[in-house]
């Protein structure tokens, strides 16, 4: 269960695996002068209940094109649950997509809560030089119109360069109580030791089935950590249900398949997970 200390990043994040906190509350897709585009627009998005069904088990799996798409319906034709977009741009993020960092940017930045807002602002400035065109001009573009509103969401972005190493194992994992915001905030700004550090204090020290754990291990590999390929895999393999054993399965295997030598010893943890649990 999650206690009242971290509500605020419960807030942010969608629970595992796509039902829960909204991310994204006073989300807003068109402006009122657009409601005439809708029509046609919109049929670009639809999916039938088979394709999304479909599209969830490929998208877990690791298809990119799969979860680009369910992010796509969910933000376009099904606006009460913003949220099941956002989350679905995620993944399509983890599964390699870089076209999902802008639409994450603008669609988390138009939120009400603050840590929202803070991803947003991260995803629209690693679009601005990382995402090819019009996605680079976009992001550019949306942050000079709110610029007043960026800088003062930079200002809580701020962090100690420690931040970006991960915490060793003798700290036991723990986080003192005053210092949980500033890990959560180095997180949101993109520090991966800070995220990775929660993950583990959520998932060791609280709960081995913490849905939050999960959350902020995904942001540490969304912030470069390539150790968190293997310990979302290895979490989530515990997990109750189909959708969490299709993704503990893919971080395995990105984990087993990872080319950089720096990231053992979790390569060969990850293949001899993926045999004691019989998996090809």
Not at 22 to 38: H, I, L, N, P, T
Not at 138 to 152: D, E, G, H
Not at 207 to 220: C, K, M, N, T, Y
Request: proline share 4%.
């Amino acid at each position: 269960m999650i206690n009242s200390r971290v509500i605020l990043a419960a807030i942010l994040f969608s629970a595992w695996p796509m039902s829960g906190h909204s991310a994204v509350s006073g989300w807003v897709q068109y402006k009122e002068e657009d409601k005439s585009m809708r029509s046609a627009g919109d049929q670009i998005f639809d999916m039938q209940p088979s394709e999304i069904e479909a599209s969830k088990k490929a998208a877990l799996s690791g298809e990119t094109d799969a979860a680009m798409r369910l992010g796509r319906f969910y933000l376009n034709m099904k606006k009460e649950s913003p949220d099941q977009g956002v989350r679905w741009l995620e993944i399509a993020y983890q599964n390699g997509s870089k076209d999902a960092m802008y639409l994450l940017g603008l669609n988390l930045f138009r939120s009400k809560n603050i840590n929202s807002r803070l991803r947003g602002v991260y995803w629209l400035k690693r679009a601005s030089t990382e995402c090819g065109e019009p996605d680079r001009m976009n992001s550019l573009n949306f942050i000079k119109l709110n610029q007043k509103s960026v800088s003062r969401l930079e200002k809580f972005m701020k962090y100690e360069p420690s931040f970006n190493k991960y915490f060793p194992e003798d700290e036991g994992f723990s986080i003192k109580p005053n210092r949980i915001k500033y890990f959560e905030r180095a997180a949101l700004a993109g520090a991966p030791g800070a995220a990775m550090h929660l993950g583990k204090f959520h998932l060791i020290t609280k709960d081995p089935h913490s849905e939050i754990g999960v959350r902020w291990l995904e942001v540490a590999f969304e912030n470069g950590s390539s150790e968190a390929m293997y310990a979302l895999g290895s979490n989530l393999i515990d997990f109750e249900g189909d959708d969490a054993r299709l993704r503990a399965i893919y971080w395995l295997r990105r984990a087993e398949n990872e080319s950089d030598e720096s990231t053992e010893p979790f390569r060969s943890l990850a293949r001899s997970m993926l045999r004691a649990y019989n998996i090809e």
